[in-house]
């Protein structure tokens, strides 16, 4: 690999350690849960579904690393001690994170 992926893997796992929380996940039409580690942010800026626009709103936002869940389908749901987060809709996705907005 490159010594700048070799770079953005090392920085990954160890912004993952440092940051994010245990949680499982359960894909769409999947009985398995995955442990996966998420960021949970309660009150992040994300623009309104189906416009394109200057205007934002606050929702809920889960993200995850790619290598753990994949890209998650709209239902798929994250359990973090007793709140369950079921994803609405994908907001980015880098190939690294994913950030979801979810209800």
């Given amino acids: 690999m490159s010594f700048f992926g070799d770079f953005a893997d090392n920085l990954e796992s160890s912004l ?14 999947s009985g398995t849960q995955l442990d996966c580690n998420i960021v949970v942010d ?12 200057d205007v ?10 790619v290598s753990e869940v994949g890209v998650p389908e709209i239902g ?5 001690g007793s709140t369950t987060y079921t994803v609405k809709r ?6 690294r994170f994913v950030r979801m907005v979810v209800k």
Avoid: H, K, R, W
């Avoid at 798929?76 to 973090?80: L, R």
């Avoid at 994908?90 to 190939?95: E, G, K, L, Q, V």
């Fill in 42 to 53: 309660t009150n992040a800026l994300v623009q309104p579904e189906g416009f394109d626009v």
């Fill in 76 to 80: 798929a749901t994250f359990v973090q």
């Fill in 16 to 29: 993952s350690s440092i940051f994010t929380s245990p949680a499982s996940y359960t894909a769409v039409g």
């Fill in 56 to 65: 934002y709103e606050t929702a809920t936002v889960v993200e995850a690393l």
């Fill in 90 to 95: 994908i907001d980015t996705n880098d190939s």
